[in-house]
Nanobody, 125 residues
């Protein structure tokens, strides 16, 4: 059974940094597009960043562009989200996702077949 497990969330002050990791088990996703999404209380899940199977291309939501960086290490079956200059509005549960068959990513959550359980990121002002 394939699984995605996120880690690295926590509480940080505004302006700080966190690095989220998402490690897959049960199968490799080295040939599959992956993404990060987030969901704040009372809001819909939204796209944060996406990455193609080979590590490119990448894309970001406008709200995080220039502050967040998505990357992947296919040898470790892991995708990362480096988050810098964090703001209180970045507070949310962050989820990683993977396509089961496609090498590209999409901005729509319905495209993905696998999801992690989520990791909480809280940014205090």
């Amino acid at each position: 059974q394939a699984q995605l497990v996120e880690s690295g969330g926590g509480l940080v002050q505004a302006g700080g940094s966190l690095r989220l990791s998402c490690t897959a088990s049960g199968r490799t996703f080295s040939r599959n597009g992956m993404g990060w999404f987030r969901q704040a209380p009372g809001k819909e899940r939204e796209f944060v960043a996406g990455i193609g199977a080979s590590g490119s291309p990448t894309d970001y939501a406008d709200s995080v562009k220039g502050r967040f960086t998505i990357s992947r290490d296919n040898a470790k079956n892991t995708v990362y989200l480096q988050m810098n200059s964090l703001k209180p509005e970045d507070t949310a549960v962050y989820y990683c996702s993977a396509s089961s068959t496609m090498s590209v990513f999409r901005r729509t959550s319905g495209y993905y077949d696998y999801w992690g359980q989520g990791t909480q990121v809280t940014v205090s002002s």
